[in-house]
């Protein structure tokens, strides 16, 4: 009898730890953000922001799938995939389900192949951009699959007489005019227009050199200088487009100052960057083990995901450059990867394309990260009220998140709550602007002197006149008495 009422025990303790971990959104994989409390960056583990939903491979798609290279949706939910080694664009139906193939094209009463398609883009009046990479040349074709245009090398006096073109991914904006990443290119996106101009190359990249060796190489002979390796810009690994038509890039070595950039359709970097720490993934790593960063794909509400192939994760910044979460994990439970190759973002879900595993992995959003999402979008909207309520149940299941209390910060001192935003940016590790004092902790206390000042210092005033007042009184009577003594004393 004991011996089943152990049983029993034992049962239901293991169903508690059971509903426990379902609760708390058990995953196969760490999540955390960055703390600079201490003066360095360090790790601050803080609850999953997503839990794998479910997955997508050839079997559950009815199709054959071999070493997919790019994928992405349209406006009614269907999702293209195009397929490296298998030649093909694959595209599925909104519940996943194989809707049709294009493995090859009519060219002027000609059948014709893809050859190692690596990327493509979408257009809005329905056009598929395609990179037909080992082909050299980018193929316009319909949704039925039927030839619009052939791009190949663009001639041009910029480009070199024997330049190869192996477009890669693409962009186009809403005049037809394509941003490419060509294979081994460092100076930057091609620009080509709708009529196939080369218009030129957009956002160089700077080269990384070594500063030790660049004063080496000041005194060295030419001979020296030769045997060098050369130190050339770093070339750029994927794009995307938001919907404000501004372009987004990911470099795979976060070596550079800026490996992902926000560029209008000039090249100009416009990102924000304004975060505890640098907008380059992950921080603490070194130099041989750092993140190789291989796309980014953006939300409506201005907040971005970088995808890492090296320490197979996705990074989630807001539209300030500040870290929401970092979340993922090299292995083979669904959740984790072997070699992640794209994400995408859509109606509150991340989508992730593992290369080597030849799956779509879904990720849900938890509760936890619904409550940054909803805590910034009515931050932004102006409604304080609500983003101070959603950011108070943040910090009720993550103390540690100082970006949490950096907004509230903010709110607070919008509101003329001095004081506590004073407490706030100082639990966030914000000090602010220390030239103007118009940010964070310093303009607060500023603000906060100001109010004591206007406070009490009418008081004050009137304090200090009493106070000159009763003394002059009072010298006056204390002369008054020894007068009268000197007088009685003759």
Same mark, same amino acid.
């Given at each position: 009898?004991?011996?089943?009422?152990?049983?029993?025990?034992?049962?239901?303790?293991?169903?508690?730890?059971?509903?426990?971990?379902?609760?708390?959104?058990?995953?196969?994989?760490?999540?955390?953000?960055?703390?600079?409390?201490?003066?360095?960056?360090?790790?601050?583990?803080?609850?999953?922001?997503?839990?794998?939903?479910?997955?997508?491979?050839?079997?559950?798609?009815?199709?054959?799938?071999?070493?997919?290279?790019?994928?992405?949706?349209?406006?009614?939910?269907?999702?293209?995939?195009?397929?490296?080694?298998?030649?093909?664009?694959?595209?599925?139906?909104?519940?996943?389900?194989?809707?049709?193939?294009?493995?090859?094209?009519?060219?002027?009463?000609?059948?014709?192949?893809?050859?190692?398609?690596?990327?493509?883009?979408?257009?809005?009046?329905?056009?598929?951009?395609?990179?037909?990479?080992?082909?050299?040349?980018?193929?316009?074709?319909?949704?039925?699959?039927?030839?619009?245009?052939?791009?190949?090398?663009?001639?041009?006096?910029?480009?070199?007489?024997?330049?190869?073109?192996?477009?890669?991914?693409?962009?186009?904006?809403?005049?037809?005019?394509?941003?490419?990443?060509?294979?081994?290119?460092?100076?930057?996106?091609?620009?080509?227009?709708?009529?196939?101009?080369?218009?030129?190359?957009?956002?160089?990249?700077?080269?990384?050199?070594?500063?030790?060796?660049?004063?080496?190489?000041?005194?060295?002979?030419?001979?020296?200088?030769?045997?060098?390796?050369?130190?050339?810009?770093?070339?750029?690994?994927?794009?995307?487009?938001?919907?404000?038509?501004?372009?987004?890039?990911?470099?795979?070595?976060?070596?550079?100052?800026?490996?992902?950039?926000?560029?209008?359709?000039?090249?100009?970097?416009?990102?924000?960057?304004?975060?505890?720490?640098?907008v380059v993934g992950d921080v603490l790593a070194d130099e041989t083990d750092g993140s190789v960063l291989v796309d980014i794909c953006s939300t409506g509400n201005g907040n971005y995901y970088?995808?890492?192939?090296?320490?197979?994760?996705?990074?989630?910044?807001?539209?300030?450059?500040?870290? @929401?979460?970092?979340?993922? +994990?090299?292995?083979?439970?669904?959740? /984790?990867?072997? !070699?992640?190759?794209?994400? %995408? *973002? &859509?109606?509150?879900?991340?989508?992730?394309?593992?290369?080597?595993?030849?799956?779509?992995?879904?990720?849900?959003?938890?509760?936890?990260?619904?409550?940054?999402?909803?805590?910034?979008?009515?931050?932004?909207?102006?409604?304080?009220?609500?983003?101070?309520?959603?950011?108070?149940?943040?910090?009720?299941?993550?103390?540690?998140?100082?970006?949490?209390?950096?907004?509230?910060?903010?709110?607070?001192?919008?509101?003329?709550?001095?004081?506590?935003?004073?407490?706030?940016?100082? @639990?966030?590790?914000?000090? +602010?602007?220390?030239?103007?004092?118009? /940010?964070?902790? !310093?303009?607060?206390?500023? %603000? *906060? &002197?100001?109010?004591?000042?206007?406070?009490?210092?009418?008081?004050?005033?009137?304090?200090?006149?009493?106070?000159?007042?009763?003394?002059?009184?009072?010298?006056?009577?204390?002369?008054?008495?020894?007068?009268?003594?000197?007088?009685?004393?003759?």
């Amino acid at each position: 009898m004991k011996r089943h009422a152990r049983l029993r025990l034992i049962g239901a303790a293991l169903l508690a730890c059971g509903v426990l971990f379902l609760l708390c959104g058990f995953t196969p994989y760490e999540s955390y953000t960055y703390s600079t409390a201490t003066g360095v960056e360090e790790y601050v583990y803080s609850p999953a922001p997503f839990t794998a939903d479910t997955f997508m491979d050839g079997n559950t798609m009815g199709t054959e799938l071999g070493r997919p290279a790019d994928f992405a949706f349209d406006e009614e939910g269907n999702m293209y995939i195009v397929d490296n080694s298998l030649n093909k664009l694959v595209i599925l139906d909104p519940v996943g389900k194989l809707k049709a193939e294009i493995t090859g094209f009519d060219n002027n009463g000609e059948p014709d192949t893809f050859a190692n398609p690596s990327g493509f883009y979408l257009a809005a009046n329905g056009w598929i951009y395609i990179c037909d990479t080992k082909h050299n040349r980018v193929v316009v074709l319909d949704k039925a699959g039927v030839l619009q245009k052939i791009y190949t090398c663009p001639e041009s006096p910029l480009l070199a007489e024997n330049y190869v073109f192996e477009p890669s991914k693409i962009g186009v904006d809403t005049s037809g005019t394509m941003y490419i990443v060509n294979v081994n290119e460092y100076s930057g996106l091609m620009k080509i227009t709708a009529q196939g101009v080369f218009v030129g190359f957009i956002g160089s990249n700077k080269a990384v050199v070594n500063p030790v060796l660049r004063i080496w190489k000041s005194i060295m002979s030419e001979v020296q200088q030769e045997q060098l390796v050369s130190f050339v810009p770093v070339e750029y690994k994927n794009i995307s487009m938001d919907e404000y038509s501004f372009l987004y890039a990911v470099s795979a070595s976060t070596a550079q100052t800026a490996p992902v950039k926000r560029m209008n359709l000039s090249g100009v970097d416009i990102l924000i960057r304004s975060g505890y720490v640098d907008v380059v993934g992950d921080v603490l790593a070194d130099e041989t083990d750092g993140s190789v960063l291989v796309d980014i794909c953006s939300t409506g509400n201005g907040n971005y995901y970088v995808l890492d192939s090296n320490k197979c994760r996705v990074f989630a910044y807001n539209q300030e450059g500040y870290l @929401l979460y970092a979340f993922g +994990g090299r292995g083979t439970q669904v959740g /984790t990867f072997s !070699n992640p190759v794209a994400v %995408e *973002y &859509r109606n509150g879900k991340l989508y992730v394309l593992d290369e080597v595993t030849a799956m779509v992995t879904v990720f849900t959003k938890t509760d936890y990260a619904e409550k940054i999402t909803m805590a910034e979008d009515a931050y932004y909207a102006g409604d304080y009220e609500a983003s101070t309520a959603y950011w108070n149940d943040v910090i009720k299941v993550n103390a540690y998140f100082e970006m949490a209390y950096l907004q509230l910060g903010k709110i607070y001192l919008h509101n003329g709550n001095n004081e506590e935003a004073m407490r706030c940016f100082e @639990l966030g590790n914000y000090r +602010g602007d220390t030239i103007t004092y118009m /940010t964070g902790y !310093n303009k607060a206390f500023t %603000e *906060y &002197r100001k109010d004591v000042m206007s406070k009490y210092l009418g008081v004050m005033i009137v304090g200090g006149v009493v106070l000159v007042v009763a003394n002059f009184v009072i010298r006056q009577l204390k002369n008054k008495n020894n007068r009268e003594r000197r007088e009685q004393d003759r």
